[in-house]
């Protein structure tokens, strides 16, 4: 086989025709530089004769490694902005809240008071009610001394209905101060509120004094007795 082929390629094609048999038979690419047309033909018959079956694929290899980061580009600009989009549909109308201005029947609310002050011959504390109370007048009391109408305590203020109590913190918060009485401020507004005055004992001497109140609204009239019923 060898002695045909170096007859028809000579010395130099033959070692041309072995090399690309060693390569086909590699699965490298080659060319054959240097041939001419017929040899050519012949290395590739020769490379094709000898050239075995594809071996089967081998492993995957190891990944390389990792490239450079490159650098970060600059921050584009900001876009337009957008058009405003249109206004939603009108919701329902909910129901009216309520408008309670009147304390109910037997219901009691509460407050604070205090006063600071000094060579006055009087002090006057207003305590307005945030809901009216309904004529006829209140009776305002101490605590001290209506204690069966007035059963709650500064912290906890309380009153019998009809009654507006007076409650007074224990010293230091009250020093040089004796109330000596009460005045609605008018008969139209006497629901509204009302003031209470306090006088010193010594009047070159500072006083002061601070508290809590509450008032409780009648119970209903029974129209035919005309007594208060049963809260």
Request: charged share 25%; with cysteine; hydrophobic share 30%.
């Amino acid at each position: 086989m060898i002695r045909r082929i170096h007859d028809k390629l000579g010395t130099a094609g033959l070692v041309i025709a072995v090399v690309a048999l060693i390569a086909a038979l590699g699965g490298t690419a080659f060319a054959a530089a240097g041939l001419n047309g017929k040899q050519k033909k012949e290395v590739k018959k020769i490379a094709k004769q000898f050239a075995g079956k594809q071996g089967p694929k081998g492993d995957p290899g190891s990944p390389g490694a990792q490239g450079a980061k490159g650098d970060q580009g600059a921050k584009g600009d900001q876009g337009p902005k957008g058009e405003t989009g249109e206004q939603g549909p009108e919701g329902e109308r909910g129901p009216p809240g309520p408008t309670e201005t009147e304390l109910p029947d037997g219901k009691t609310e509460t407050g604070v008071w205090s006063f600071r002050g000094i060579n006055q011959s009087n002090y006057w504390v207003n305590i307005s009610f945030p809901l009216r109370v309904v004529p006829p007048p209140l009776t305002v009391g101490n605590a001290s001394q209506s204690p069966e109408k007035c059963p709650g305590n500064p912290e906890e203020p309380a009153a019998e209905p009809g009654y507006l109590c007076i409650y007074i913190e224990p010293e230091p918060a009250r020093a040089n101060a004796i109330r000596t009485g009460s005045i609605f401020p008018s008969e139209l507004n006497r629901s509204g509120g009302v003031t209470v005055e306090w006088a010193p004992q010594e009047i070159e001497n500072e006083s002061y004094a601070r508290g809590t109140w509450a008032v409780t609204e009648r119970c209903p009239i029974d129209p035919e007795t005309e007594e208060e019923e049963e809260c």
